[in-house]
């Protein structure tokens, strides 16, 4: 016999939360991941699975801000909503939603307590108390974390969705803080 120390939690979380190389230029407010929070989750004895960027993979890294076709103080989430919500990208979505929801339940079927998905208000794609439309941040859910819930749903699987902002940090770390010790 073996022995197996994993504590058999896991949580997942937006890709920019461990890698803000990926999002829109002009956007980012770390380096490279949101360090504090990750070793949060780390010090618990949490395992981090990073979800898919739903923009990088239907868009690409040049989104049309700064290197592209706008102005480098201009950061315009309309557009990549709905580019997001092209046929094309619908279908890029919906792969990158059944790969999630494929490890979210086979961590379940072995028995593994999902804590919760991160995502980070304010984005198109993985808002989720707040998105962006018509280049505001607005009350509402990012395109992909909405097909995540609504499969999730149909399924009849509870997870709990808690959004953070990068922008009001502190408080997203009290925010976790306190999704870790319910």
Do not use: W
């Not at 619908?90 to 995502?119: C, H, N, P, W």
Request: aromatic share 6%; charged share 20%; glycine share 8%.
């Amino acid at each position: 016999m073996f022995d197996d120390n994993r504590s058999k939690k896991i949580i997942f979380v937006s890709h920019c939360i461990l890698n803000q190389n990926a999002i829109s230029d002009g956007t980012a407010d770390f380096p490279g991941a949101l360090n504090e929070l990750i070793q949060l989750i780390i010090s618990n004895d949490i395992g981090i699975v990073q979800l898919p960027c739903p923009e990088l993979n239907c868009l690409g890294l040049d989104r049309g801000n700064i290197h592209g076709a706008l102005s480098p103080v201009t950061v315009e989430n309309t557009r990549i909503r709905n580019s997001l919500n092209a046929d094309h990208n619908k279908i890029k979505l919906a792969s990158l939603v059944d790969q999630a929801l494929y490890q979210i339940e086979e961590y379940m079927r072995y028995g593994f307590e999902i804590i919760g998905i991160i995502g980070v208000n304010r984005s198109p794609s993985c808002g989720i108390d707040t998105t962006s439309d018509q280049d505001k941040e607005v009350i509402g859910t990012g395109v992909f974390m909405a097909l995540l819930q609504n499969r999730l749903t149909e399924k009849n699987i509870k997870i709990h969705f808690m959004g953070i902002k990068t922008s009001t940090y502190e408080e997203s770390i009290l925010k976790v803080k306190q999704l870790l010790t319910q």
